[in-house]
């Protein structure tokens, strides 16, 4: 199974300050089809999960400019240019390029 | 408005069963993979199944093989998963998502206690 790990595991932020945080998997999400199939999800406390980003950075509708998803082959990165009160939960990454699929254990971002 | 709305979860006895359902709206259910993800207390997420369009495929966990089974039918734009054999370690609240995850129901509370 690919093991998706977190860095760092919790976070505290100013409001209005850059955040930024890793992802990286024990093997390469680079898919045969030539895709990368690494997303990154946010879980506000008390709600349901939200995706932010599919295929590394492909914003999904609806998700603020300041929030950017990158990397490629093992390591991947979320940066949040200024973070907002609103931002505050866990934030996950998944992969689906290979079964089975599977979560990191979450970096929880917090507001100063 | 995409909405998944799960229904069925609850309390029940170690070894029993319960049969999830997720209902889909605002979207055309038949052209996705559909998904189970489970969130046990206090804990990160873990997925348990998925299905593809036709039911053809179906793709399980490793610790719900043998026990749980994903469906779906199209006409009624409804997911399940039907779950034998619960153990204490399947307490969660279970999500449907679609595709990989586009958008999220929110959640359903299986208890497996005696």
């Known amino acids: 199974d690919i093991v998706m790990t977190h860095t760092p595991l919790s976070l505290s932020v100013t409001p209005g300050q850059p955040a930024s945080m890793s992802c990286n998997s024990s093997?390469?999400?680079?898919?045969?089809?030539?895709?990368?199939?690494l997303s990154w999800i946010l879980q506000k406390p008390g709600q349901s999960p939200q995706l932010l980003f599919y295929e590394v950075s492909n914003r999904f509708s609806g998700v603020p400019h300041r929030f950017s998803g990158s990397g490629a082959g093992t390591s991947f990165t979320l940066k949040i240019s200024r973070v907002e009160a609103e931002d505050v939960g866990v934030y996950y990454c998944?992969?689906?390029?290979?079964?089975?699929?599977?979560f990191g254990g979450g970096t929880k971002v917090e507001i100063k | 408005e995409v909405q998944l709305v799960e229904s069925g979860g609850g309390l029940v006895q170690p070894g029993g069963s319960l049969r999830l359902s997720c209902v889909a709206s605002?979207?055309?259910?038949?052209?996705?993979?559909m998904t189970w993800v489970r969130q046990a207390p206090g804990k990160g997420l873990e997925w348990v199944a998925n299905i593809n369009q036709d039911e053809s495929r179906q793709f399980y966990v490793g610790s719900v093989k043998g026990r749980f089974t994903i469906s779906r039918d199209n006409a009624k734009n409804s997911l399940y998963l039907q779950m034998n054999g619960l153990r204490a370690e399947d307490t969660a609240v279970y999500y449907c998502?679609?595709?990989?995850?586009?958008?999220w129901g929110q959640g359903t509370l299986v208890i497996v206690s005696s």
């Open positions: 998502a679609n595709g990989g995850g586009y958008f």
């Open positions: 605002g979207f055309t259910f038949s052209d996705y993979w």
């Open positions: 093997e390469s999400l680079l898919h045969r089809d030539g895709k990368t199939y």
């Open positions: 998944m992969q689906t390029t290979q079964l089975p699929i599977t």
